[in-house]
């Protein structure tokens, strides 16, 4: 499941247009936001109708999600993240304040809940939505303050208990699992909300994009996920036993084609179709269903695409076609062009495009599969946010970061992406190597710059011109705090100047935004015999790992982090060495007291003897 919400989750009953219609205009965002339904049935596998159940102890849940779609009807369908329950705070920021009421009136309006009772044939259901640290750190941006999401949750399971007579309490949790290697189950939030909020009797976990084959039993609480991009669907069956409800059955239904079709799903489809084609994609000379090129690459899956450190073909080809686009937007030309790829080619400002173009693995959302690759493939594996155009794709922004920032920008890849998966960096015009035994936040080294033709050391000093999407512009802004001031990444102008408003500096083609999903099928669409060329089936050198113990390997090049640790490393030397020497001196006192004590003993021994024997004379 992808979905994601506030932390006390909104709650609606029927459609986007009805909710958009209350707010009064299109808000930015809300035509992605209804992503996860639940659809209650009993012992049966039919999500479209519900067959009365011969006992009310058996309840079925099918868990399915609704990604990127604007209409949509369920039993309880919990909304992206756009929503909280902190509005007081929010409400009361002078930067935040007058977005937050338009969403407020909106919500409101509509008649959002915190939380909603299902109620079929006797069986009570309350669900909530929860929204969890990690993802709120990943929208730096959101205009939003939340409150922690197991105090959230505590909240309202206790309202439940206290105004509901309900059967079972489900969370529809944006909180997460496992999502990188490194992950422990135990340590996830939803795991840690299992433990610490023991009434809630299932938990529908979102976020992590993880798929959990078996259901995880934490107590009386079970957490489940089916994965995310409508790969399966989950089908959960409990069964009540005693005062609790036990799962009798699980299963994840894998959506491929091996599902048939349905003719009235397909006619509404084909609504859908024809009503983007007409209002969106008609607007950068596309239709939704147009072949842009042919693949014989055997790409990652979706799921599997920056589960480990390293290089990734279909990054390389995202983070050079940003350059192409911004190259052909801006009339320029590039060096190191060649059948196949832009490579790492440079443009010089005066030419248009850029030097350095990022892709962090969290804005991907997709993969190409073998055959025709269409507009909707690009689309799709590019698909998040919006742009100041309010329109739907986030736009590509040009800022300039020092070489030392772009080391930077290299050990957040080296470093943080082992615990932050979705801080994996794809890149074009900048190359580097890692050592995973090198100390933490230094394991980088070897970083260049590759103008197309040779890779150059950065320089410290130097502005370099660098692309990547609205959001990930902003991530970046957001390193220095997330890093408490150790990694220093701030977006500037072409003066120097720090960016404040990423908004300005989008880059355009005429008049339209240059969206970040259009990079790519413009990209593709450019290749000579419609071909994904052969150059993005293996990797080009771009991230090399250095797995050696060598002295030389593992202390070279060293930057401040590695400076600061060899002084904390000296200090306690030195403490140590004091400490030896302090009681050694002790030591040595000691001994010597030892010693005049035992001449003490001999002597006075040797007196006694020497007065007794004289006594006994």
């Known amino acids: ?39 209650i049935s009993y012992d049966s596998r039919d999500i479209d109708q519900y067959i009365r159940p011969s006992s009310n102890t058996v309840c ?68 909530f939505g929860l929204l969890g640290e990690s993802a709120v750190e990943y929208a730096p941006e959101s205009g939003l303050i939340f409150k922690d999401a197991q105090e959230t949750a505590k909240d309202v399971v206790n309202e439940i208990k206290d105004k509901e007579d309900v059967d079972l309490i489900v969370c529809i949790s944006h909180c997460g699992t496992i999502e990188n290697e490194a992950d422990k189950l135990e340590e996830s939030e939803d795991y840690q909300l299992a433990e610490n909020v023991p009434d809630i009797d299932l938990i529908v976990s979102g976020h992590s994009h993880t798929t959990l084959d078996e259901p995880v039993q934490v107590g009386d609480t079970y957490l489940v996920s089916c994965g995310s991009y409508n790969t399966n669907m989950g089908h959960v069956v409990l069964k009540k036993d005693g005062d609790r409800y036990k799962i009798k059955d699980y299963e994840l239904v894998p959506l491929d084609e091996s599902v048939k079709s349905d003719a009235s799903v397909e006619a509404e489809l084909s609504k859908y179709r024809n009503l983007v084609d007409e209002e969106y994609f008609s607007r950068y000379g596309y239709s939704v269903s147009d072949p842009v090129a042919e693949n014989q690459i055997t790409f990652p899956d979706s799921s599997k695409i920056g589960l480990t450190q390293g290089e990734e073909p279909l990054g390389n080809l995202l983070a050079d076609s940003y350059k192409y686009a911004i190259m052909q937007a801006e009339k320029g030309s590039i060096k190191g062009y ?79 992406s082992n615990f932050m998966g979705v801080a994996r960096l794809y890149c074009s ?17 070897d970083i260049g710059y590759n103008d197309g033709t040779s890779v150059t050391e950065l320089d410290d000093d130097q502005l370099y011109s660098v692309a990547a999407d609205l959001y990930s512009c902003q991530m ?24 404040t408003n990423y908004e300005d500096h989008i880059i355009y083609d005429g008049d339209k935004e240059v969206k970040a999903w259009y990079a790519v099928a413009s990209y593709l669409d450019s290749f000579a015999d419609d071909q994904i060329p052969s150059y993005y089936s293996k990797a080009q050198g771009r991230k090399t790992e250095i797995d050696s113990w060598s002295p030389i390997e593992i202390f070279k090049q060293p930057n401040k982090i590695a400076g600061m640790a060899a002084g904390i490393v000296v200090i306690l030397a030195g403490i140590a060495g004091g400490i030896v020497w302090i009681v050694k001196r002790k030591k040595k006192k000691c001994l010597k007291s030892m010693r005049q004590y035992h001449w003490m003993i001999l002597w006075n021994t040797a007196s006694l003897c020497l007065n007794t024997g004289q006594r006994m004379i």
Request: aromatic share 10%.
């Open 338 to 416: 060649e059948a196949g790829g832009v490579a790492s080619g440079e443009v010089t400002s005066n030419q248009g495009g850029v030097q350095v173009t990022i892709v962090p693995l969290g804005v991907i959302r997709g993969s190409f599969l073998q055959g025709s690759v269409t507009v909707a493939d690009a689309f799709n594996i590019l698909s998040l946010g919006y742009g100041k155009d309010s329109q739907a794709g986030y736009p590509l922004v040009r800022a300039y970061l020092t070489g030392k920032e772009l080391k930077a920008v290299a050990e957040v890849d080296a470093s943080v």
């Open 476 to 499: 970046l802004g957001a390193v220095k705090d997330k890093s408490a001031g150790i990694l220093k990444i701030e977006p500037k102008d072409a003066d120097g100047n720090p960016i």
């Open 60 to 127: 079925t849940i099918w868990i399915y999600v609704q990604h990127k779609v604007c209409d949509t009807t369920g039993d309880a369908v919990y909304f992206s993240c756009y929503e909280l329950d902190s509005w007081e705070k929010t409400l009361q920021d002078k930067l935040l304040k007058d977005d937050a009421k338009v969403l407020k009136e909106a919500c409101d309006a509509y008649g959002v809940k915190d939380y909603t009772v299902l109620d079929h044939d006797g069986v009570k259901m309350a669900v």
């Open 1 to 39: 499941m992808d979905s994601g919400g506030g932390n006390f989750g909104g709650f609606v009953p029927a459609s986007y247009a009805a909710f958009t219609s209350a707010a009064g205009y299109d808000l930015p965002g809300m035509s992605m936001a209804f992503e996860c339904c639940l659809r």
């Open 429 to 445: 015009g900048l190359e580097y190597s890692w050592n995973p035994h090198r100390l933490m936040l230094n394991r980088a080294v």
